[in-house]
């Protein structure tokens, strides 16, 4: 059971995408043990009372056997050892890689035979997506639950041809409307205050964004997929960093607006976006992303990452949230080299951006020098 403590505080730590898909490799070795050292001193700073994985924890290519799914096992183990060995109870949505091959039905099995591991299906079969599930944070004398956390699976590449990145479904969408109105029912007619995590982030994060002038392009992220025309910065308000145009779906499913009608959402964290660490309000619904807690996949330097959010029992729809980065821990990371070691998150970007375009330009000027060459011939 999930209980506010003596002080009235429940604390929760998200750990972006780990991406640990190669653990046992001397370079994957090295990756995994940063990603530990940055897990470890989190969890010694904040003792949270819930670690999240918010998705794309750890590739699997085939779980045809029970070979595989042992290995896979594994490996979630290896990825969960700082909070299992701290008893900490913990929570995972599935991520957009955790579809790319299937077997999601065994990947959650494998979840769910973890003591302390809170992730399972609560949607009927039918319902679109393998782990929609929500958890009540009780008092802290554990009598009544006051608060609750909802889980969604956000699926993996959109179907239709029309948006890149999948949606949250009709069907899901009525299941948790669904869902919540008999949570409302059983706490006495009042709706409950709730926070949901989420691997891809909802379109409305583009309302936390306006278009860069054109001064500011150099220090702006270009917008995605749908929004790619265009360069943005955060509004004024808006905390934290922008380092890439947030990965959202290019359908907007109406999942916003249910969690506005619905009046339980608070907040809502996603993963997805290695890179940005931003939070802000929409319509009086705080959105907020969380980056990559480990080195296993695109990173900017040393600014992997923890977000902590603490909620009170006194104060329910209130709540308090930040990122603390592995440099902020005084940590040094032997998986990056030097180089990337002092870059900051948006030299890192920057220098990406050059490198890609010198690429470019390296390619069009051999091009035009190879067709002289033929001309002459
Ligand atoms: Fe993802
Ligand atoms: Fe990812």
């Known amino acids: 059971m999930l209980k506010f403590n003596e002080n009235g505080k429940f604390t929760v730590m998200?750990?972006?995408?780990?991406?640990?898909?190669?653990?046992?490799?001397?370079?994957?070795?090295?990756?995994?043990?940063?990603?530990?050292?940055?897990?470890?001193?989190?969890?010694?700073?904040?003792?949270?009372d819930l670690c999240v994985y918010m998705g794309d924890n750890c590739r699997i290519y085939n779980l045809d056997t029970p070979a595989a799914v042992a290995d896979f096992k594994t490996r979630i183990e290896l990825v969960t050892n700082p909070v299992r060995e701290r008893n900490i109870p913990f929570a995972s949505v599935f991520g957009n890689h955790c579809h790319d091959y299937g077997y999601e039905k065994e990947q959650l099995g494998v979840y769910m035979s973890l003591p302390g591991c809170i992730m399972r299906n609560d949607s009927p079969e039918d319902v679109t997506g393998f782990a929609n599930y929500n958890e009540f944070i009780y008092s802290h004398d554990g009598k009544t639950p006051l608060f609750n956390l909802w889980f969604i699976d956000s699926n993996n590449l959109g179907e239709d041809g029309v948006s890149k990145y999948d949606f949250v479904h009709k069907d899901q969408i009525e299941w948790y409307e669904k869902r919540a109105a008999e949570i409302a029912a059983a706490n006495g007619g009042e709706v409950m205050p709730a926070f949901l995590f989420q691997h891809i982030p909802v379109p409305e994060e583009y309302d936390l964004l306006r278009p860069a002038k054109l001064w500011e392009t150099p220090v702006a992220a270009r917008g995605h997929s749908s929004w790619q025309d265009e360069y943005y910065m955060l509004k004024d308000g808006v905390t934290g960093y922008l380092g890439e145009g947030p990965a959202c779906p290019d359908v907007n499913s109406g999942q916003f607006e249910s969690w506005k009608k619905t009046g339980d959402i608070i907040g809502a964290c996603f993963g997805h976006d290695h890179l940005n660490d931003f939070c802000g309000e929409v319509d009086g619904i705080a959105l907020m992303q969380t980056k990559t807690a480990g080195f296993g996949c695109y990173t900017d330097g040393c600014r992997s990452g923890v977000r902590v959010i603490t909620f009170y029992e006194n104060d329910l729809r209130h709540f308090e949230t930040k990122m603390k980065h592995f440099k902020e821990f005084g940590l040094k990371a032997k998986s990056l080299g030097p180089f990337m070691r002092t870059l900051t998150d948006r030299q890192s970007i920057n220098l990406h951006y050059a490198a890609y375009s010198a690429g470019a330009v390296a390619g069009v000027a051999a091009a035009v020098a190879g067709i002289k060459n033929l001309r002459r011939k």
């Open 14 to 48: 998200a750990f972006g995408d780990t991406h640990m898909d190669d653990i046992f490799s001397k370079e994957g070795q090295k990756k995994y043990n940063d990603m530990l050292a940055l897990h470890y001193a989190a969890l010694d700073e904040f003792s949270p």
